[in-house]
């Protein structure tokens, strides 16, 4: 794999800003269709492997109904967005964790985030998981420093 393209110069974890921008991606994951929904590469340029964010989160959530392509209908898609509206605000409180991307495949759909606080993150998550009662809440949390799982996604 080659370097990364990008500085390696961070800028503090409380003067991080995003303006949105995101990149929507199709492809093939595992031979499962997927969408992939990620932050910008020119938005995170200047933070993919911040020694801050050291911890990688996934948060999944599988499907109740999928459809033929793994991929939630209309109606459990807007129940999985209220779920993300209700998680990210919480975890993005203080700038200690980055929503970097959603991937949609095989009857799953994962918010990916670098955190520079996990203990944080796992009180967070278990008050969402106790207060969601239209899905099954699932979490891993690794040590990540190099950002690989984003930049296997981003390359």
Known sequence: MSAWPFKNKYPPKDQLNFDGKWSVLQG????????????SLEELKDII???EFPYQVGIATPCNNPDSNGFPGKDELIQLQQIEHRITPLLQQNNESILVAMLTTNNMRELIYYTSNPEGVKAKFEQ???ETTTHELQ??????KDWS??????M
């Open 49 to 51: 492997g911040h020694p």
């Open 139 to 144: 979490m891993i949390i690794q040590v990540d």
């Open 28 to 39: 093939v994951v595992e031979d499962h269709p997927a969408i992939l929904s990620r932050r």
């Open 128 to 130: 969402l998981k106790a």
């Open 149 to 154: 799982i984003f930049k296997h996604f981003a």
